[in-house]
Antibody, heavy 118, light 108 residues
């Protein structure tokens, strides 16, 4: 059973960097698939952030591309998200995920609320 | 960017009845369309992909149809656990993959 679990600070100051980690159990991230992040502002819909393949190839949503980095930590079977220069508009629940066919998301983490505020 | 528009925003249906949810794409997405169910406070759950293929473990009362720009999710006989928010998502055009704004299915 594949399980994903997000971790990281729940509060980030404006202009700083948001950093989250997703620990994966039940599957080796180097064995296949793409791993990534989706976010959901409070009371709003879902926004695709980006993903990374098992070989390290990344793809990002253009509106966030200049500020986003997704990377793998194969030694810990986890992957991470960094979002720089955050503002209040980046306040959201951040979900880590595994996607299968193109953009179909098969597995989701439970989500972590990150609030951007001073 | 492909804009996905869902209707209605809120749908009120009685348990045991049929619910029909719609999703429209701003340009063709072929059959590269998925549906997700989200219970508030939880992560979304994949229901349907490739417009009409049920994901593993999804009950047969959920069915999807459509291609091109018009899609439908039908729940044939609503159970109490089906009252949730439903999102459609296109994965035909990248970047980016985009979601609809959601349809809230509530108990009538």
């Amino acid at each position: 059973q594949v399980q994903l679990q997000e971790s990281g600070p729940g509060l980030v100051k404006p202009s700083e960097t948001l950093s989250l980690t997703c620990a994966v159990s039940g599957y080796s991230i180097t064995s296949g698939y793409h791993w990534g992040w989706i976010r959901q502002p409070p009371g709003k819909g879902l926004q695709w952030i980006g993903s990374i393949s098992q070989s390290g190839t990344t793809d990002y949503t253009p509106s966030l591309e200049s500020r986003v980095t997704i990377s793998l930590d194969t030694s810990k079977n986890q992957f991470s998200l960094k979002l720089t220069s955050v503002t209040a508009a980046d306040t959201a629940v951040y979900f880590c995920m595994r996607r299968v066919v193109r953009g179909v998301v098969e597995y989701w983490g439970q989500g972590i609320l990150v609030t951007v505020s001073s | 960017e492909i804009v996905m528009t869902q209707s209605p925003a809120t749908l009120s249906v009685s348990p045991g009845e049929r619910a029909t949810l719609s999703c429209r794409a701003s340009q063709t997405v072929s059959n590269n369309l998925a549906w997700y169910q989200q219970i508030p406070g939880q992560a979304p759950r994949l229901l349907i992909y490739a417009s009409s293929t049920r994901a593993a473990g999804v009950p047969a009362r959920f069915s999807g149809s459509g291609s091109g720009t018009e899609f439908t999710l039908t729940i044939s006989s609503l159970q109490s656990e089906d009252f949730a928010i439903y999102y459609c998502q296109q994965y035909h055009h990248w970047p980016p993959y985009t979601f609809g704004q959601g349809t809230k299915l509530e108990i009538k």
